[in-house]
């Protein structure tokens, strides 16, 4: 079965620091799509990828997909406090005619003011 | 304004005892599904139903059911054979016509044992 790597698990950075996450799959990645979630709340997406290559931006956060590596990363420019949260990656599933997603484990961000 | 509403935000279970979640969406998607949120693990899909009256089991289906008898409903009930319920769950749908869907989320039901 497929399964996504989230790297780092956690991360604190300052206001206004650049920073990077990254998704890693066991398999070759036919989709892939980035969610954000609030503790205690549900997912909200942000962007998903299709293609090898595939770079797509909104506001301060850029998502570009590396079907060669099976990964994909997150990229967030100048983070706010607003960026706070726990990234997911999710990827389809392969199996059977399905829409299903898988996540991976998830990255909490921390933006110290 | 359309979405999806999961109830209650919280929930408390005793021992033996089967509770149900609700979830329902009025964005006339045909997919619905139900993941489970550990903490350190992820989600995990439970069940999932791509049309009425029709539902397959996720990765973790022991200890739960579901039923989707109506588009806009798809509710869980947690047995008393699911030994270890503790944990925050989510429902979500999509269109359900074909792969790289994006799948719209409820804010969750948190599920505890008394």
């Known amino acids: 079965s497929q399964e996504l790597e989230q790297s780092p698990q956690s991360l604190i950075v300052q206001e206004g620091k650049n920073l990077t996450i990254n998704c890693t799959s066991s398999k070759t990645l036919y989709g892939l799509y980035w969610y954000k979630q609030k503790y205690g709340e549900g997912l909200i997406f942000l962007m998903m990828l299709q293609k090898g290559g595939e770079e797509k931006s909104h506001e301060k956060i850029t998502a570009k997909l590396d079907e060669k590596k099976q990964q994909s990363s997150l990229h967030i420019t100048a983070s706010q406090p607003s960026h706070a949260g726990i990234y997911l990656c999710g990827a389809v599933s392969l199996r059977g005619a399905t829409n299903k997603l898988i996540f991976g484990t998830g990255t909490l961000l921390a933006v110290q003011p | 304004d359309g979405g999806i509403t999961q109830s209650p935000k919280y929930l408390f279970r005793k021992e033996g005892q089967n509770v149900t979640l609700s979830c329902e969406q009025n964005?006339?998607?045909?997919?619905m599904y139900w993941y489970r949120q550990d903490p350190g693990q992820g989600l995990r899909l439970i069940y999932y139903?791509?049309?009425?009256?029709?539902?397959q089991k996720g990765d973790i289906a022991e200890g739960y059911s579901v039923s989707r008898e109506k588009k806009e409903s798809f509710p869980l009930t947690v047995t008393s054979a699911q030994k270890n319920p503790t944990a925050f769950y989510l429902c979500?749908?999509?269109?359900?016509?074909?792969?790289?869907?994006?799948?719209?989320f409820g804010s969750g039901t948190q599920l505890s044992v008394l």
């Open positions: 964005l006339n998607h045909d997919a």
């Open positions: 139903s791509q049309i009425v009256n029709d539902f």
């Open positions: 979500a749908s999509s269109l359900g016509r074909g792969h790289r869907e994006k799948l719209f």
